[in-house]
Nanobody
Framework: VMQLVESGGGLVQPGGSLRLSCAAS????????MNWVRQAPGKALEWVGT????????DYANSVKGRFTISRDNAKNTVTLQMNSLKTEDTAVYYC???????????RGQGTQVTVSS
């Protein structure tokens, strides 16, 4: 069965960095583009970015472009979101997902909370 498990969230000050990881299992990871999406309290699900199957191409939302970087390791079935220069508006639950509009498991994990606050 498809399973995605995110980790690495926490509390960070504005301007700080965090690195989120997602471990995938139960499906052929290399056959999927992988996405990060986020949801802040009271707000709609927001697509953050996508990495293609071989990791050669990435695309990002304008709100995170230049600050966030997605990478993947197909040998380890993992995808990573490096977040730099964090802002308070980046506060949200972050999910890795097999498609950008995924709203619940199993196409996404349970999420990891990122809080940016001084």
């Amino acid at each position: 069965v498809m399973q995605l498990v995110e980790s690495g969230g926490g509390l960070v000050q504005p301007g700080g960095s965090l690195r989120l990881s997602c471990a995938a299992s139960g499906f052929t990871f290399i056959e999927y583009n992988m996405n990060w999406v986020r949801q802040a309290p009271g707000k709609a699900l927001e697509w953050v970015g996508t990495i293609n199957m071989d990791g050669e191409t990435t695309d990002y939302a304008n709100s995170v472009k230049g600050r966030f970087t997605i990478s993947r390791d197909n040998a380890k079935n993992t995808v990573t979101l490096q977040m730099n220069s964090l802002k308070t508006e980046d506060t949200a639950v972050y999910y890795c997902a097999t498609h950008p509009s995924c709203s619940h498991p199993p196409c996404r994990g349970q999420g990891t909370q990122v809080t940016v606050s001084s």
